[in-house]
């Protein structure tokens, strides 16, 4: 992974940065990252079986690669599922309408812009993601994103949110930072790299306590909030607009 080892010593502490060159090896540096990212991409893919009708709309807010639409699409191949795909990074996203346009076919809509401030770009979104999005905001604007997610949401549709939490107890915390390192390490980051990518993210990795995450979702007009999956220091936490 000498890529990822690039990536991470090309910031200084404090300055990650999702660049244009961050943009090119994203894919292979979020696998290696994110522990049982592809699993994580299968059961967001999966809950479309139930949450997505034909026709229906997927708003994406931090689509980066546009991997979650192509695994959806990849699920549901003839179902004329929409997608509204949306981030910072004009990069991110020139590299997902690459990938989606080798499908053919489909609509969706690529948009540049924050998730936090109005107007989105979409509306009526039977499901809306937000994949390890919110973990690099302040709390405010994750509950402003969270709102704007809801205005923008079908009366029944559903939010699947993932991102990296911090345990409450110290104990724990512990725990998961060094298994983290040992996933990382025994996908081929170089534990130098490993360093240097912790320190990068100082101040720009915000992970919240999973009950905050459940509470700000709450607060922000879902209902429902229920932990899907969870592996130590992440979360996968699904909620839905209406409450019954």
Known sequence: MSEDSDIAHQFDAGGWEFTSH???????HVRASVPFYDAIQDL???TTDWLVPAGGLVADLGASTGASALRILQRHPGRGIRFALYDEQPAMLDQARLAIDELGGHEVTFNV???????LAH??????LALFTLQFLPQQERLDALRLARAYSKEMGALIVAEKIRPVDGRWAEIGQDVAH???AAHGISDSAIRA????LRGVLRPAPQQTTMQTITAAGWHSPEVLFRWHSWAVIGAFASAQ
């Not at 924050?114 to 107007?119: D, L």
């Not at 990518?197 to 990068?200: F, V």
């Open 22 to 28: 961050v943009a090119e090896v994203f894919d292979d």
């Open 44 to 46: 967001v893919a999966e």
């Open 113 to 119: 812009t924050r998730i936090q401030e109005a107007p």
């Open 123 to 128: 509306a009526d979104a039977d499901l809306t």
């Open 182 to 184: 040992d996933y990382k």
């Open 197 to 200: 990518k912790a320190r990068a």
